[in-house]
Structure formats: C-alpha cells, structure tokens
T-cell receptor, first 111, second 115 residues
Framework: DAKTTQPNSMESNEEEPVHLPCNHSTISGTDYIHWYRQLPSQGPEYVIHGLTSNVNNRMASLAIAEDRKSSTLILHRATLRDAAVYYC????????????FGRGTQLTVWP | EPEVTQTPSHQVTQMGQEVILRCVPISNHLYFYWYRQILGQKVEFLVSFYNNEISEKSEIFDDQFSVERPDGSNFTLKIRSTKLEDSAMYFC?????????????FGPGTRLTVL
C-alpha cells in the first residue's frame, strides 16, 4: 500500500486555523492525495482530494508541495465539530478504489 | 443530501451463527465497498463490488464472507459462521467512479458483537 506519515495527534483552539501535515515521499506521478476524517462513533467522511494543484472546497483547503512529497490539510477556522481523526490517503489506480487507512491524526479542538 | 444507510446499527450474535449486514448505497452509485474497524484499530478494506461481481478482496475476506446485491438498492455482507474476532464496526461505502479520483461515501456503520 502507498505509505503516508502523519502526526499521531494535534490540538487547536476553536476559531483558529489548523494545518494538518502529511508526508508521502514515495508518491507516484499518478497518485491522488485524499483526505478523509472520522468523527467519534461515525464512518469515515470525505474531506478533499487533489493531484498537483492546491484545492479548496467548503470544508477545507489542500496545499500540495511542489515535489508532491508532502501535503497539508488546512481547516480555516476550527470548530468543536472538527474534532476527529484525519486520514491522508494515496489512491493508486491499480487498487481500483481500495482505500488504505493508516492511524491518522487525532485532532482535538478546545473551546 | 443523499447518504449511505446501514442496518442494523448494532447486531449481537453468538459465535458460529450467520449474520447479514445490510447497506443501502447512494442510488446512482455503481461501486460498493465493505470495510471494518476493530475497536481501537485502523479501518481495513474487505471487498469491492461492481457490476454484480467482486472487483477486489483483501486477505481478511475469506470463505466465511460473501457479498450480494439482491435487488437494485441493497448491498449485503454475510458472515456464515461468526468468530469472536469478527467483532468490529462494519462500514459500507459507495462511489460513482472507480479509480484514482473516486470519492467514497461511507455509512454510519453496524457494530457487530460476537459472544
């Protein structure tokens, strides 16, 4: 499986921006970078994905390094509802949609 | 907003019994998946399903497991003879495009407890 490395945990205060890093030094040219999150006692939830360019959607922004060996998920204003485990996942065509979940980053948001 | 639903939310069974976990994927999706998560551990892929057949399965998905799309809306996971180690959260997911850029939408999960 395509390997990513994330910090085990991070903390933030409510209303502050959060930058969640991910290293993927073995990424191949056709790998997409996906982010999912899992709120307590819920199923994983899609957040955002990208290939080379930075991406924005209503939930978050994804900043991808020029060499694509790392990326950062940005939550512009953390809320208590954003407390979750965040997973950075590489999608490879050969796996036909199979997602490999690592341990992810546990984000704690303080009021 | 369309969502994946799963029933039951919690299933308790005795070891050796058969269980069927049910999922209703998003209506226009064509690709379906099952994952599981043992308490405190990673989410693990079990199987993917497209065009009424299994596309890929993991080493976890042995002969005790089977999947079926019995009608146009349901997608089921059957465990023929449950073991204690099958206790986990089981998540169904669906997507409308396979490959690098597919987004998978997950259901809320079924908690399976094997006694």
């Amino acid at each position: 499986d395509a390997k990513t490395t994330q910090p085990n945990s991070m903390e933030s205060n409510e209303e502050e921006p959060v930058h969640l890093p991910c290293n993927h030094s073995t990424i191949s040219g056709t790998d997409y970078i996906h982010w999912y999150r899992q709120l307590p006692s819920q199923g994983p939830e899609y957040v955002i994905h990208g290939l080379t360019s930075n991406v924005n959607n209503r939930m978050a922004s994804l900043a991808i390094a020029e060499d694509r060996k790392s990326s950062t998920l940005i939550l512009h204003r953390a809320t208590l509802r954003d407390a979750a485990v965040y997973y950075c996942i590489l999608s490879r065509g050969s796996t036909l949609g199979r997602l490999y979940f690592g341990r992810g980053t546990q984000l704690t948001v303080w009021p | 907003e369309p969502e994946v639903t799963q029933t039951p939310s919690h299933q308790v069974t005795q070891m050796g019994q058969e269980v069927i976990l049910r999922c209703v994927p998003i209506s226009n999706h064509l690709y379906f998946y099952w994952y599981r998560q043992i308490l405190g551990q990673k989410v693990e892929f079990l199987v993917s399903f497209y065009n009424n057949e299994i596309s890929e399965k993991s080493e976890i998905f042995d002969d005790q497991f089977s999947v079926e799309r019995p009608d146009g809306s349901n997608f089921t996971l059957k465990i023929r003879s449950t073991k204690l180690e099958d206790s986990a959260m089981y998540f169904c997911a669906s997507s409308d495009l396979v490959g690098w850029t597919d987004t998978q939408y997950f259901g809320p999960g079924t908690r399976l407890t094997v006694l």
